[in-house]
């Protein structure tokens, strides 16, 4: 079994991997300030969850955007497996063609999102990813890495409107009964929702009219199950498991 774990800003996914069946995914808080020891019990406890052995797990790898934890995170899970750790990063083959300005600067969770994606179809692909931010790669159709967009992700935003503003609440993340909506709440569900189904709506029109072709769009993260289906363009891919279907096949290729 491959075990991979994906650190980001909000949350570590914890995968487990028996040839290409998912045994399990699991997510823990992103602690910046937590110790090697404290994710390595983390991390058994979800194995044990599982009625999984330490010694089950022959190899993993890990992804990270949180530097800062990326060494203690690497730690932890040799601890419990007593087997080096593979990290995406540099020095580590991918397979993908990368053609940006500085190909140094891509994160590791762009990386095997942009992997994965490759694996479900040919390009030209546009991989949404809807974690603590929204994240759109572009491949070519000569399957290069070409760039993306970013912009704040759905939580951030709504934790932004509810801090910066004297009434506005916390929402829960579900669609109201209707688009135009006649409460404080139900609208700003319906601006969340609608609001982000339309902004990547309208960046997936900008990249089929940038490229001259239509794309194949794939879409991770947490909410891309609340908002993807509100979208005008109906063929996205959801798979909340991409990324960690990426890190297989990173392990893989480097094993």
Do not use: W
């Amino acid at each position: 079994m491959v075990l991979a774990i994906d650190i980001g800003n909000t949350n570590i996914v914890i995968g487990c991997f028996q040839e290409e069946k998912i045994i399990f995914v699991e997510r823990i808080s992103t602690n910046q300030t937590g110790t090697a020891l404290e994710f390595a019990v983390s991390f058994k406890s979800v194995l044990e969850i599982y009625s999984l052995k330490s010694n089950d797990i022959e190899g993993s790898i890990l992804s990270s955007v949180v530097p800062s934890i990326t060494g203690v995170v690497k730690q932890a899970v040799e601890k419990i497996t007593q087997k080096k750790c593979m990290v995406v990063g540099p020095g580590i083959k991918t397979g993908l063609k990368i053609s940006i300005d500085n190909p140094a600067q891509l994160g590791s969770d762009i990386v095997i999102g942009a992997v994965a994606a490759l694996e479900i179809s040919k390009g030209p692909l546009a991989i949404i990813d809807m974690g603590t931010a929204t994240t759109v790669s572009v491949i070519n159709e000569k399957n290069e890495f070409i760039g993306g967009m970013i912009m704040p992700g759905v939580a951030i935003s709504m934790d932004a409107l509810n801090k910066r503003t004297a009434q506005l609440p916390k929402i829960a993340f579900e669609p109201p009964k209707r688009i135009i909506s006649s409460n404080t709440i139900d609208c700003m569900k319906s601006g969340m929702i609608y609001g982000f189904a339309g902004s990547i709506d309208g960046l997936l029109d900008q990249i089929e009219s940038e490229l001259k072709t239509p794309v194949t769009a794939i879409a991770t993260g947490g909410l891309a199950e609340v908002i993807v289906p509100h979208c005008r363009h109906r063929n996205i891919i959801i798979d909340n498991t991409l990324l960690l279907k990426g890190m297989r096949t990173v392990y893989l290729k480097n094993k």
